[in-house]
């Protein structure tokens, strides 16, 4: 169980970032198009378009997304407990809370999509950028609050696990970016993205699996 816990989140964590990637570039938008999209001050227009030309990829990519992010609460969970300490516990304790702020997100990804189908792009995509803000601090900011706490998360744990000698410099840094990977609605994976946060998680999780319960090197002792 350890093993699934750890190991399956990240692997569908990188796989929804990485389709998400593909849904953009494979949905042929000319340079003009990247223009006016790469203009926009959020990333919802070109969100839109992709899924208006390629419905069954883009949607597997956010699908796929949402499924990570209720799957990578085991994974938190379990790292957080292996970690041990309190400031582990807190950081894993906000960084799953994120994980929830991101399923709500995904809620607003669809209703999006489905505005499109029903609507039409640029209704949907006009609706989107007049919304864009309420929609994504949502109901009383709660989820926008909540979604703070992939950083703060990802800080506290990298933190808690140097001071406890079990993680060094580089797992450090790849939990970082792990946690660093965007937030809010009809976001961008970029290939930097797929490479910071999913390549990131991957290696990080997978690396802790096989690896024991410390990553420190060298090895060092608790202060």
Do not use: N
């Not at 389709?19 to 990247?34: I, N, P, Q, S």
């Not at 995904?106 to 209704?123: C, K, P, Q």
């Not at 490479?195 to 420190?216: C, E, I, K, Q």
């Amino acid at each position: 169980m350890r093993v699934l816990a750890l190991g399956i989140g990240p692997l569908v964590w990188f796989a929804a970032l990485l389709v998400r990637h593909l849904g953009v570039e494979t949905a042929g938008f000319t340079v003009a198009e990247r223009a006016r999209f790469d203009a926009e001050p959020f990333a919802a227009p070109g969100q839109l378009a992709a899924y208006a030309r390629q419905p069954e990829l883009v949607t597997a990519g956010y699908a796929l997304f949402a499924l990570a992010s209720i799957l990578l609460c085991a994974t938190v969970i379990v790292f957080a407990r292996e970690i041990g300490g309190r400031l582990a516990f807190a950081g894993g304790a906000v960084l799953v809370a994120s994980l929830f702020a991101r399923l709500y997100f995904s809620g607003i990804d669809l209703t999006a999509f489905v505005l499109v189908d029903r609507m039409g792009l640029d209704r949907a995509a006009a609706f989107a950028m007049e919304s864009y803000v309420d929609l994504s601090y949502g109901l009383w900011r709660v989820p926008v609050a909540a979604s703070a706490g992939s950083i703060v998360g990802a800080v506290l744990l990298a933190i808690g696990g140097w001071r406890a000698g079990k993680l060094g410099v580089v797992p450090c840094f790849l939990l970082l970016s792990f946690g660093w990977v965007f937030m809010g609605v009809l976001k961008e994976a970029t290939l930097i993205t797929v490479l910071h946060g999913g390549v990131a998680a991957v290696v990080l999780f997978g690396w802790w699996t096989v690896g024991g319960r410390s990553l420190a090197w060298p090895a060092r002792e608790r202060r």
